[in-house]
């Protein structure tokens, strides 16, 4: 079982930047692929970002590629998802997760925290 807990959502201005981070815990955490997703308000809930177990591949979505960058420290259990130049659009709850697989599936990733909201104001 892995226990995940996002952490540095907030209100921000478009334009501006935001640091998410995940913390992992539990049984060998630090052997799975690691993705943020993103679910706003009527809408499903789509992928943002993944990086791989070694961090030496990360992944991102075309909406937010150049914009935000996925870095994991596997000494810390840790995943952040540094985000710039932030629209409204990028406004939703922004969940991570952990699964075996390097994706941007949702049905790879098994294991997810409760999200934190971002909330970017024009």
């Known amino acids: 079982q892995v226990h995940l807990v996002e952490s540095g959502g907030g209100l921000v201005q478009a334009g501006g930047s935001l640091r998410l981070s995940c913390a992992a815990s539990g049984r060998a955490a630090g052997t799975y692929a690691m993705g943020w997703f993103r679910q706003a308000p009527g809408k499903e809930r789509e992928f943002v970002a993944a990086?791989?177990?070694?961090?030496?591949?990360?992944y991102y979505a075309e909406s937010v590629k150049d914009r935000f960058a996925i870095f994991r420290d596997n000494a810390r259990d840790t995943v952040d998802l540094q985000m710039y130049r932030l629209k409204p659009e990028d406004t939703a709850v922004y969940y991570c997760a952990a699964g075996p697989g390097y994706a941007g599936d949702p049905r790879v990733y098994v294991y997810w925290g409760q999200g934190t909201q971002v909330t970017v104001s024009s």
């Open positions: 990086i791989s177990r070694s961090a030496v591949s990360d």
